[in-house]
């Protein structure tokens, strides 16, 4: 899939969306991994913020990442914490490296893979997963949000030994 490949919510239909604010509206519209820079000290960060976490500027322009990564930390969830994931368990929550933006990690899923470890395509530490996205219409707004979710890539790169 392309990084504008579009896929099923992970997550129940009825899990709450994201406030959406001047400073994440790009990253959660986009269609694309995009990420806040400051236009100040070209910090790129994320989570978006009102301000730099590096210089205190307020003032960003958002880039557009590869939408390539590799998981830097994974969790695979067996006890819902919300009645709303029963149906979910167990699901997965990633931790991604940005290929492009090694000092940038976001939270996310892995879609349409094993949760349990396998030889071959397991959600692991090292992983290299590409960007894909869920559209899911704003009932407050009307607006498409495109909500960035990870599926894991065949690339040939070097796993972390164990």
Do not use: K
């Not at 896929?7 to 991994?33: H, K, M, Q, S, V």
């Not at 290299?128 to 559209?135: A, G, I, Q």
């Amino acid at each position: 899939m392309s990084q504008d490949a579009v896929t099923p919510r992970y997550l129940p239909a009825d899990w709450p969306l994201p406030e959406i604010t001047a400073a994440n509206r790009a990253f959660f519209t986009a269609g694309r991994l995009t990420l806040q820079r400051c236009r100040s000290c070209a910090q790129v960060q994320h989570p978006p913020h009102d301000i730099c976490h590096h210089c205190q500027a307020d003032t960003f322009d958002y880039v557009a990442a590869s939408g390539l990564g590799t998981i830097d930390n994974v969790t695979i969830v067996h006890h819902a914490g919300d009645p709303r994931l029963a149906d979910r368990v167990p699901y997965n929550v990633v931790i991604v490296t940005p290929d492009d933006h090694p000092d940038v990690r976001i939270v996310g899923n892995v879609v349409g893979a094993d949760t349990v470890p396998v030889e071959i395509g397991a959600i692991e530490i090292g992983a290299p997963v590409r960007c894909v996205f869920t559209e899911v219409p704003d009932p407050d707004t009307g607006e498409t949000l495109t909500l960035p979710q990870w599926e894991l890539d065949q690339r040939d790169v070097a796993r972390p030994v164990s």
